[in-house]
């Protein structure tokens, strides 16, 4: 199985350090993100990945050009000209994808310890085109999904603010885990291009697709912020 990383973001969350590098770049317990989620990806056998990159991109193919690319297969989406965001990333990297075999997509900034052998096979038994790791924790955004855990709409903690697929019969608050098991067939059903986010796709495609949540109880760290750094540092040594 292929892994896509979302390495390209510009993490203006984590200045002044995204100031002179890439936020993939950024360091917990002195190891950088990237090399992190590879060798965890590693871990459960995935030894082949797409990362796309864009901001301070040169510094992270030099950084996998130095470590010998953790002895893995890596092809670079190379989005320099324009930052695509998750969707339209996932779009511009479709050449490397789009070979008839589920993949996953994982975003660098993301620390876990999710069963990721779990989440295949979960995936597999469904056969929806896409599983999305959820969990329920504080987050400011929530997708909401009924009791068979099809996703049936999105919710700004916030503002109050939903977007549904029908009315909302008690549905279950889970948030994004940033991981999301993918069957090519996708690349057919997604209508936008040019840059976009992939969630926008997804919830247009609740209201005539089947898109099921995986729910985890696993360690989850967004590292985009400085102080998220120091809580991710207490979990990954």
Same mark, same amino acid.
């Given at each position: 199985?292929?892994?896509l990383i979302?390495?390209?973001?510009?993490?203006?969350?984590?200045?002044p350090?995204?100031?002179?590098h890439?936020?993939? %770049?950024?360091?917990?317990n002195?190891?950088?993100? $990237?090399?992190?989620?590879?060798?965890y #990806?590693?871990?459960? =056998?995935?030894?082949?990945?797409v990362?796309?990159?864009?901001?301070? =991109?040169?510094?992270?193919?030099?950084? #996998?050009?130095?470590?010998? !690319?953790?002895?893995c !297969?890596?092809?670079?989406s190379?989005e320099?000209?324009?930052? %695509?965001?998750?969707? =339209?990333?996932?779009?511009?990297?479709?050449?490397? $994808?789009d070979h008839? +075999?589920?993949?996953?997509?994982? !975003?660098?900034?993301? $620390?876990?310890n999710?069963?990721?052998t779990?989440?295949?096979?979960?995936?597999?038994?469904?056969?929806?085109f896409?599983?999305?790791a959820v969990s329920?924790?504080?987050? &400011?955004?929530? %997708? %909401?999904?009924?009791? +068979? *855990?099809?996703l049936? =709409?999105?919710?700004?903690?916030?503002?109050?603010?939903?977007?549904?697929?029908?009315? !909302?019969?008690?549905?279950?608050?889970l948030?994004?885990s940033?991981?999301?098991?993918?069957?090519?067939?996708?690349f057919?059903k997604?209508?936008?291009?040019g840059?976009f986010s992939?969630?926008?796709?997804?919830?247009? *495609?609740?209201l005539t697709?089947?898109i099921?949540?995986?729910?985890?109880? &696993?360690?989850?760290?967004?590292?985009?912020r400085?102080?998220?750094?120091?809580e991710?540092?207490?979990?990954?040594?």
């Amino acid at each position: 199985m292929k892994a896509l990383i979302f390495a390209a973001g510009k993490g203006t969350r984590l200045k002044p350090f995204t100031d002179h590098h890439p936020k993939a %770049l950024a360091k917990v317990n002195g190891i950088p993100l $990237l090399e992190r989620n590879i060798q965890y #990806l590693k871990s459960f =056998g995935i030894k082949d990945f797409v990362i796309n990159i864009h901001h301070f =991109g040169d510094q992270i193919a030099e950084f #996998l050009k130095k470590n010998n !690319n953790f002895n893995c !297969n890596i092809e670079i989406s190379d989005e320099t000209n324009e930052l %695509l965001e998750t969707g =339209g990333g996932l779009i511009f990297a479709r050449r490397f $994808l789009d070979h008839g +075999e589920d993949f996953l997509i994982m !975003n660098a900034d993301i $620390l876990t310890n999710i069963n990721i052998t779990d989440l295949v096979n979960y995936h597999k038994k469904i056969k929806d085109f896409a599983t999305l790791a959820v969990s329920d924790r504080e987050s &400011s955004r929530k %997708l %909401l999904f009924n009791d +068979e *855990l099809i996703l049936r =709409g999105w919710l700004n903690v916030q503002t109050g603010e939903q977007r549904l697929a029908e009315f !909302n019969k008690g549905f279950k608050a889970l948030a994004f885990s940033g991981v999301h098991c993918i069957n090519p067939s996708i690349f057919e059903k997604i209508k936008r291009t040019g840059k976009f986010s992939v969630m926008e796709e997804y919830l247009d *495609l609740m209201l005539t697709e089947q898109i099921h949540g995986f729910v985890h109880d &696993s360690i989850l760290i967004d590292v985009g912020r400085p102080e998220s750094v120091i809580e991710a540092e207490k979990h990954f040594k």
